[in-house]
T-cell receptor, first 114, second 117 residues
Framework: DTGVSQDPRHKITKRGQNVTFRCDPI?????LYWYRQTLGQGPEFLTY????????KSRLLSDRFSAERPKGSFSTLEIQRTEQGDSAMYLC????????????FGQGTRLTVV | AQTVTQSQPEMSVQEAETVTLSCTYD???????LFWYKQPPSRQMILVIR??????QNATENRFSVNFQKAAKSFSLKISDSQLGDAAMYFC??????????????FGKGITLSVRP
């Protein structure tokens, strides 16, 4: 297993377009998280899945954002009608078991909205 | 809601010297976990060290150790014998251990550590 994988690594899009990012967690991990990180800031929680169930969404996740995790495996994060304020690094992380367990992060998808 | 504060945006250390990165947090919970994550430039975030709040003993991992002061809600990271590869952004993070709470991490703003050869 090569760890958490995110695709694409970079995405440049025009304002108003839709974008979709993919995250492949470590295969045995049941928990999957999406975070957003802007320049000079720490990651901020967006949403959380346990298996295929989306259990929590942050208020940061506006109606233009939607996330899925079909069959409890990979996850997608879609942003509709992108805005310049959506420009950020989108990080995916996964973990398994206890809450003390380490969360493993992917390398992130850097989104630039022009 | 829990908050994590890292008030030093940048620090610098001479190679082979020791440096301490500060972190404070605020919570009303009694059971939680604290973490330090390292994010090298253009690379993924990796766990450096973790501390369970119920443990009085400070965690250590090779050259990395923490000073956990639960009453003061302080959680600093000490890096001994600093190496060039330690240069990165370091994030302090909190996770609730309360039953039923999700296991999301709450991060501080991070601190950029540079290592002088």
């Amino acid at each position: 297993d090569t760890g958490v994988s995110q695709d694409p690594r970079h995405k440049i899009t025009k304002r108003g377009q839709n974008v979709t990012f993919r995250c492949d967690p470590i295969s045995e991990h049941n928990r999957l998280y999406w975070y957003r990180q802007t320049l000079g800031q720490g990651p901020e929680f967006l949403t959380y899945f346990q298996n295929e169930a989306q259990l929590e969404k942050s208020r940061l996740l506006s109606d233009r954002f939607s996330a899925e995790r079909p069959k409890g495996s990979f996850s997608t994060l879609e942003i509709q009608r992108t805005e310049q304020g959506d420009s950020a690094m989108y990080l995916c992380a996964s973990s398994q078991g206890q809450k003390s367990a380490e969360a493993f992060f992917g390398q992130g998808t850097r989104l630039t909205v022009v | 809601a829990q908050t994590v504060t890292q008030s030093q945006p940048e620090m610098s250390v001479q190679e082979a010297e020791t440096v301490t990165l500060s972190c404070t947090y605020d919570t009303s919970e009694s059971d939680y976990y604290l973490f330090w994550y390292k994010q090298p430039p253009s690379r993924q975030m990796i766990l450096v060290i973790r501390q369970e709040a119920y443990k009085q003993q400070n965690a250590t991992e090779n050259r990395f150790s923490v000073n956990f002061q639960k009453a003061a809600k302080s959680f600093s990271l000490k890096i001994s014998d600093s190496q060039l590869g330690d240069a990165a952004m370091y994030f302090c993070a909190y996770r609730s251990a309360v039953s039923g709470a999700n296991s999301k991490l709450t991060f501080g703003k991070g601190i950029t550590l540079s290592v002088r050869p």
